[in-house]
Nanobody, 121 residues
Framework: QVQLVESGGDSVQAGGSLRLSCAASGSIVSISSTDWYRQAPGRRRELVASIRSGGNTNYAQSVKGRFTISRDNAKNTVYLQMDSLKPKDTGIYYC???????????????WGQGTQVTVSS
């Protein structure tokens, strides 16, 4: 069974850095894309960064130049390096992967449980 596990969330002061990890496990055949989302209290979940199987990346305008998404294919792990953090970056960060596994014949979407990031001023 496929699982996504996020880690790396913490409480930091503004200007600090964190690196989040999203580790996928299970009978994975291939990963089409992995996205990082975040949800602040009282707000809708928003897309923060994406990385595709070919290596293309995309970022929300609010994090461009501060966040970097990368991956380690051998470990089926995607990272989100977050620098120059701001209080508005506070929220629960979730990863979402579109992948193919031995359990399902088609691409499916999987979500992790989330990791809390708190940035204080």
């Amino acid at each position: 069974q496929v699982q996504l596990v996020e880690s790396g969330g913490d409480s930091v002061q503004a200007g600090g850095s964190l690196r989040l990890s999203c580790a996928a496990s299970g009978s994975i055949v291939s990963i089409s894309s992995t996205d990082w989302y975040r949800q602040a209290p009282g707000r809708r979940r928003e897309l923060v960064a994406s990385i595709r199987s070919g290596g293309n990346t995309n970022y929300a305008q609010s994090v461009k130049g501060r966040f970097t998404i990368s991956r380690d294919n051998a470990k089926n792990t995607v990272y989100l390096q977050m620098d120059s953090l701001k209080p508005k970056d506070t929220g629960i960060y979730y990863c979402n992967a579109i992948l193919r596994s031995n359990d399902y014949p088609t691409l499916r979407s999987f979500w992790g449980q989330g990791t809390q990031v708190t940035v204080s001023s």
